[in-house]
């Protein structure tokens, strides 16, 4: 089965960190580059973070560039999200999202895992 | 960074009706542009990439068309199960980006 299972979600205070694991299965992971959308309480799909098949190259929305990173481990089929300095903006569900074609910029999401909640708050 | 802005904001349609959406972005994004339907509670599901192509398993009553900045997403005839949020996606350039969301709703 295609699957995409996010973990690492929590509540965490203002300033503080968390990594979000994405596990991939039922596909050839390593030609597909992945990415990760959030979603704040009640409002629309905001694009955060991709990268690459073989994780040389990453890409970040403004929002988030300098405090999270994404990197991914292919021997595993996992892709992360390093989540620093958090903010209560930062406050949404996180969906990791595989691209519908491989080894391209084929950047539309056919796959997404059900997400992982992320609160921030004192 | 291309900023798309989706209309109307909220939909009211009966079903059997036809519901008519809109992306329009800020530059042209030749036919890079992506549906996606999103039910509450769920994730979203791809329904349209590249402007006019359907993802696969997505009924024909939904279709897609237009070009460089101004897009459509058609459903053909309202089923109950359509009535959902839709988002359209660029991905043109970097940074990806997505609508506000069109809320079709039963009238």
């Known amino acids: 089965e295609v699957r995409l299972l996010e973990s690492g979600g929590g509540l965490v205070q203002p300033g503080g960190s968390l990594r979000l694991s994405c596990a991939a299965s039922g596909f050839t992971f390593n030609i597909y580059g992945m990415s990760w959308v959030r979603q704040a309480p009640g409002k629309g799909l905001e694009w955060i973070s991709a990268?690459?098949?073989?994780?040389?190259?990453?890409y970040y929305a403004d929002s988030v560039k300098g405090r999270f990173t994404i990197s991914r481990d292919n021997s595993k089929n996992t892709v992360f999200l390093q989540l620093n300095s958090l903010r209560a903006g930062d406050t949404a569900i996180y969906y990791c999202a595989k691209p519908g074609r491989p080894n391209g910029d084929y950047w539309y999401f056919d796959l997404w895992g059900r997400g992982t909640v992320v609160t921030v708050s004192s | 960074e291309i900023v798309l802005t989706q209309s109307p904001a909220t939909l009211s349609l009966s079903p059997g009706e036809r519901a008519t959406l809109s992306c329009r972005a800020s530059?042209?994004?030749?036919?890079?542009l992506v549906w996606y339907q999103q039910k509450p509670g769920q994730a979203p599901r791809l329904l349209i990439y590249?402007?006019?192509n359907r993802a696969t398993g997505i009924p024909a009553r939904f279709s897609g068309s237009g070009s460089e900045t101004d897009f459509t997403l058609t459903i053909s005839s309202l089923d109950p199960e359509d009535f959902a949020v839709y988002y359209c996606q660029h991905r043109s350039s970097w940074p990806l980006t997505f609508g506000g969301g069109t809320k079709v709703e039963i009238k």
């Open positions: 530059q042209s994004v030749n036919r890079y």
């Open positions: 990268i690459s098949g073989s994780g040389d190259r990453t």
């Open positions: 590249d402007a006019s």
